[in-house]
């Protein structure tokens, strides 16, 4: 038997192979990491043949549990809907009145509405409901039709001046141009600018408080703060749907823009129309 060889300079024996005068210390791996490399073996070997684990062609072993993490997820989702279907199924119930005072329903319509916002408003309304020229703020107090559950309700279900809705909001403000004289016109835009800002012209905006009331007021209201019943806007809150200005506004009353919202009752059922009713009045902006 061979004579064990001992490195002078560490003291420790040498596994007898050399390398250009260099020698391999014989330091073995520790005895406990050396049994846990084994257990994890084994772990593995065990997981292999328990779960889902070696690649075949089109798919992978089923495992001996028959475990699967898709199976998993659908069943997650499946119970998932149906705690949603009880929700859905009293959204639709119920008037929007009891959905917003019960604060569950109420909680859920919101991430419902939410999303359903996203997907179908956002478009024109924006991500955040601010609008846009021509295209109203949500989060604002300035409601054409009214902003009170019901009222917003209608607007959603029916749209506004929608072909295809007979229930639809449908009045339009008609064009002035040849029925008022182009300075009449001049005089009532220098007046609606000057109720929340400085006209270009005092005197032009004195005259046209009589032309406001003999053209304008019948659906603006002699306060000019509107009507809901007629859509018309409320001229003296310094918001604007279309533009800012006197020629903005000289445009309008010569030649007016009418917006058009789709009616989205048949398109979405009376759950996602709810829901919708109730985020966007609790935007903020709903009366």
Same mark, same amino acid.
């Given at each position: 038997?061979?004579?064990?060889?001992?490195?002078?300079?560490?003291?420790?024996?040498?596994?007898?192979?050399?390398?250009?005068?260099?020698?391999?210390?014989?330091?073995?791996?520790?005895?406990?990491?050396?049994?846990?490399?084994?257990?994890?073996?084994?772990?593995?070997?065990?997981?292999?043949?328990?779960?889902?684990?070696?690649?075949?062609?089109?798919?992978?072993?089923?495992?001996?549990?028959?475990?699967?993490?898709?199976?998993?997820?659908?069943?997650?989702?499946?119970?998932?809907?149906?705690?949603?279907?009880?929700?859905?199924?009293?959204?639709?119930?119920?008037?929007?009145?009891?959905?917003?005072?019960?604060?569950?329903?109420?909680?859920?319509?919101?991430?419902?509405?939410?999303?359903?916002?996203?997907?179908?408003?956002?478009?024109?309304?924006?991500?955040?409901?601010?609008?846009?020229? $021509?295209? /109203?703020? #949500?989060? &604002?107090?300035? =409601? +054409?039709?009214?902003?009170?559950?019901? !009222? %917003?309700?209608?607007?959603?279900?029916?749209?506004?001046?929608?072909?295809?809705?007979?229930?639809?909001?449908?009045?339009?403000?008609?064009?002035?141009?040849?029925?008022?004289?182009?300075?009449?016109?001049?005089?009532?835009?220098?007046?609606?600018?000057?109720?929340?800002?400085?006209?270009?012209?005092?005197?032009?905006?004195?005259?046209?408080?009589?032309?406001?009331?003999?053209?304008?007021?019948?659906?603006?209201?002699?306060?000019?703060?509107?009507?809901?019943?007629? $859509?018309? /806007?409320? #001229?003296? &809150?310094?918001? =604007? +749907?279309?533009?800012?200005?006197?020629? !903005? %506004?000289?445009?309008?009353?010569?030649?007016?823009?009418?917006?058009?919202?789709?009616?989205?009752?048949?398109?979405?059922?009376?759950?996602?129309?709810?829901?919708?009713?109730?985020?966007?009045?609790?935007?903020?902006?709903?009366?």
């Amino acid at each position: 038997m061979s004579q064990k060889h001992i490195d002078e300079l560490s003291g420790v024996e040498t596994t007898g192979h050399e390398w250009d005068g260099i020698q391999e210390l014989n330091n073995p791996m520790p005895r406990w990491w050396i049994w846990t490399f084994y257990v994890t073996i084994l772990w593995a070997i065990g997981y292999a043949i328990a779960y889902p684990a070696i690649p075949m062609i089109t798919s992978a072993t089923n495992g001996y549990l028959g475990y699967s993490t898709r199976a998993e997820l659908q069943q997650d989702l499946n119970l998932a809907k149906s705690s949603q279907t009880e929700f859905h199924d009293l959204i639709a119930a119920k008037t929007v009145e009891e959905i917003d005072a019960d604060p569950a329903l109420r909680k859920f319509a919101i991430a419902g509405g939410a999303s359903a916002f996203k997907v179908n408003c956002a478009p024109c309304h924006g991500s955040g409901a601010s609008g846009g020229p $021509g295209f /109203p703020n #949500l989060n &604002d107090d300035d =409601w +054409l039709w009214g902003g009170d559950l019901n !009222a %917003i309700q209608a607007t959603i279900s029916h749209g506004i001046r929608f072909d295809g809705d007979t229930d639809s909001h449908s009045s339009e403000m008609p064009p002035f141009a040849g029925v008022l004289e182009p300075i009449q016109m001049k005089q009532v835009a220098a007046f609606v600018w000057g109720l929340t800002n400085t006209p270009s012209d005092v005197g032009l905006a004195a005259a046209g408080k009589q032309v406001f009331l003999d053209n304008c007021a019948p659906c603006h209201g002699e306060d000019a703060k509107g009507k809901v019943e007629m $859509g018309a /806007p409320d #001229l003296a &809150d310094a918001i =604007w +749907l279309k533009s800012r200005g006197e020629d !903005a %506004i000289l445009r309008q009353v010569a030649s007016p823009k009418h917006g058009v919202m789709p009616a989205w009752a048949a398109r979405l059922g009376d759950t996602t129309v709810n829901e919708l009713t109730i985020f966007v009045h609790a935007l903020g902006g709903g009366m």
